[in-house]
């Protein structure tokens, strides 16, 4: 099982990214994915959530209405449009199953700051 992360970067206030995952090692259609950050000094928390068929998702009070989980089953990625970014936002995200929670990918850090 492997998760590659991309798309990080640095952003001013305000602006917005989209993070990629790529997937594999397993039948990723078959499982939820759920995004994860960790700021410096602090522990992983989950910021999005998306279920198998994308039917359903959930987000932390922290990201509710500015950020947006989606995936693409043929094409084994999971994605994080990310707006309205503010500098509380720093961290490297990362991508997993919550129900596994295998080996963690490198992630991919996001900066905000002006």
């Known amino acids: 099982v492997q998760f590659v992360e991309s798309g990080g970067g640095l952003v001013q206030p305000g602006g917005s990214l989209r993070l990629s995952c790529a997937a594999s090692?397993?039948?990723?259609?078959?499982?939820?994915m759920t995004w994860y950050r960790q700021a410096p000094g602090k522990g992983r928390n989950w910021v999005a959530f998306?279920?198998?068929?994308?039917?359903?998702?959930n987000y932390a009070d922290s990201v509710k209405g500015r950020f947006t989980i989606s995936r693409d089953n043929t094409k084994n990625m999971v994605y994080l449009q990310m707006n309205s970014l503010k500098p509380e936002d720093t961290a490297v995200y990362y991508c997993?199953?919550?129900?596994?929670?295998?080996?963690w990918g490198q992630g991919t850090q996001v900066t905000v700051s002006s």
């Open positions: 998306i279920s198998s068929s994308a039917g359903s998702t």
């Open positions: 090692g397993f039948t990723f259609s078959a499982f939820a």
């Open positions: 997993n199953r919550p129900s596994v929670l295998d080996s």
